[in-house]
């Protein structure tokens, strides 16, 4: 049986000169929240948490009854153990401060306890993901200014996949690798180490509804895959749109590929849909580590300085030929 990713980290933490254990504990609880959503996620009708929760979060988004209910199962697997000082969630305004009851620790976790809502009621993948930061030196009681530390200061970010089979895909700064659920054994075994994105692609993923609101580089970009050889491309290109960014980047991260969620003017004021805290900047710490490249299209998303716990970002990520390309395209190349 290959390594469990629990061993797995023990044994990257042992790298680390004076590490305490507290990351180690911190993980455990979000492995074990994991399994409880690829639970809940995998049983649906069964146990009536299909549907709609008739709420709206923060981003004005309607609320799926499995948006509230895997918030709750990752802030109660998380509060309890003396780890974190906060934590922020795609579902919750503010920031959640740990219970007085329980210990407080040093680290801050932002996280998307259902990504691809969309896609719960009709049983395509969906997935968690989380990004970890420390808590600033000296502060118990942290606010969200806390949290709002650039992607390159993440100590940690992982998603979960809950689809055919449920993995945990995971990166410290050291590389990035993939664990699959033994639902028998109840426990994630290292099946994809090392991952790594090809640099190039001829597989782009976007949503094209929303072709007539993107900017010139990116029209343009698109344009060319579309039409491939017969439009000027060495190559031609197909496409994929699963609405999942956890099941897209999941994709690129096994085959490559570039995933495109770009400004659009389809809403004043709105920079993009993806969220920078808690999609953004933990899909790109596991992208870069991947080999690939993460962009806005102007900026590298893990420089931009974070101003809000739900501000929105224009994502461009993955293969980095293609990626480079884009970016090239929006410097007037
Ligand atoms: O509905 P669209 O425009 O295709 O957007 C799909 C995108 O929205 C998301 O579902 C947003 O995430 P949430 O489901 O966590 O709100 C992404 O996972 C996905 O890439
Ligand atoms: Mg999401
Ligand atoms: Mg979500």
Redesign the pocket.
Known sequence: MSKSLIQFIIEEQRHIPNASGDFTGLLSDIISACKQIAHDVNKGALIGVLGSAGSENIQG?TQKKLDIITNEVFIKANEWSGHLAAMAS?EMDDIYEIPKQYPRGKYLITF?P?????NIDVNISVGTIFSILRCPEGVTNPTAADFMQPGTKQVCAGYALYGPNTMMVITTGHGVNGFTLDRDVGDFFLTHPDMQIPVDTQEFAI?MS?RRYWEEPVQRYIEECVKGKDGGREKNFNMR?V????A?IHRILTRGGIFL?PFDNKEAGKAG??RLMY?ANPMSFIVEQAGGVCSTGRERIMELQPTGLHQRVPVIMGSKNEVERVVGYHKGA
Do not use: I, R
């Not at 259902?114 to 969309?118: I, M, P, V």
């Not at 609405?243 to 956890?246: C, F, G, H, L, P």
């Open positions: 988004e795609e998307d259902l990504d691809g809502s969309s949503n929303n749109w609405a999942s960014m956890v897209e969620y849909k993806l999609e």
